[in-house]
């Protein structure tokens, strides 16, 4: 059974910092690429960042200089180091695997982690 995990989710203030976590299990990591998505209430769910198993990263606008998306295989974990934290990055953040070129197979989603920015 494919399992996906965020933690690391909260409540910060403006300009704080957040690290999420994003643990897989029943796939073999190392072949997937990694995204985090996320959605606010009422808008789309939208990329924020991924990493390709090979280590490559894109990042969408709003997160370039502030997020660094991460991977650790033999943990079988991908992060998403969050800094300089602003209101509208406010929402649910989705952890995504995705099979690497290539590679047959269904992709997966995480249950999802709030994140809320607000003084």
């Known amino acids: 059974q494919v399992q996906l995990v965020e933690s690391g989710g909260g409540l910060v203030q403006p300009g704080g910092s957040l690290r999420l976590s994003c643990a897989a299990s029943?796939?073999?990591?190392?072949?997937?690429?990694m995204g985090w998505y996320r959605q606010a209430p009422g808008k789309q769910r939208e990329l924020v960042a991924s990493?390709?198993?090979?280590?490559?990263?894109i990042y969408a606008g709003s997160a370039k200089g502030r997020f660094t998306i991460s991977r650790d295989n033999a943990k079988n974990t991908v992060y998403l180091q969050m800094n300089s934290l602003k209101p509208e990055d406010t929402a649910v953040y989705y952890c995504?695997?995705?099979?690497?070129?290539?590679?047959?197979?269904?992709?997966?989603w995480g249950q999802g982690t709030q994140v809320t920015v607000s003084s």
């Open positions: 995504n695997a995705r099979p690497s070129s290539g590679v047959r197979g269904p992709s997966y």
């Open positions: 990493i390709t198993s090979s280590g490559s990263t």
């Open positions: 029943g796939i073999i990591f190392s072949v997937y690429d």
